[in-house]
């Protein structure tokens, strides 16, 4: 896709800050017609751009639990180590954001389990051989102070 317009990149302002707004509203905040606006939200979509919509759930209202955000650093450098892991953080309902980065680790996660014991168990079976995963430093997450809201928008 080429670059983003204007418009363009309020249409994803205004989506990301709220997904549940109505195509005709959407269209008069961004002063188009609901068919060209339609039509813009549509070729985002097609580009990969917007990727999907959804409620922003706060964790610590789902009842007990733990998060933990974790560095992952792998005894080796293959690419299907990096595979394999990343495999294993996708199939994971408890893995809830998982990227490669760099630095003295490979990974960070975030995770969020029932407990202590249920991440004690969670990370040794990660850790466990055949794993290409040679260390997993974690620290629990106190308080977020600051929650994932959405991208500031391009310039």
Not at 14 to 21: A, H, N, V
Not at 94 to 117: C, K, P, Q, T, W
Not at 143 to 153: A, C, E, R, W
Request: aromatic share 4%; proline share 7%.
């Amino acid at each position: 896709m080429d670059s983003l317009d204007r418009i363009d990149r309020r249409i994803l302002a205004i989506l990301e800050r709220e997904g549940r707004i109505t195509n005709a509203a959407l269209a008069e905040r961004v002063a188009l017609s609901p068919s060209a606006c339609l039509a813009r939200v549509r070729r985002l979509e097609r580009a990969g751009i917007i990727t999907g919509y959804g409620a922003r759930v706060d964790g610590s209202r789902l009842g007990p639990g733990l998060t933990l955000v974790a560095e992952v650093s792998l005894s080796r450098h293959e690419p299907a180590d990096f595979r394999q892991v990343e495999t294993l953080f996708r199939d994971d309902p408890r893995v809830l954001e998982a990227a490669e980065i760099s630095g003295r680790s490979d990974y960070l996660v975030r995770v969020r389990v029932l407990s202590m014991e249920e991440w004690r168990d969670l990370s040794a079976s990660w850790a466990r051989a055949p794993s290409p995963i040679a260390r997993i430093t974690s620290q629990v997450v106190m308080h977020q102070t600051k929650p994932f809201v959405g991208h500031p928008p391009p310039p």
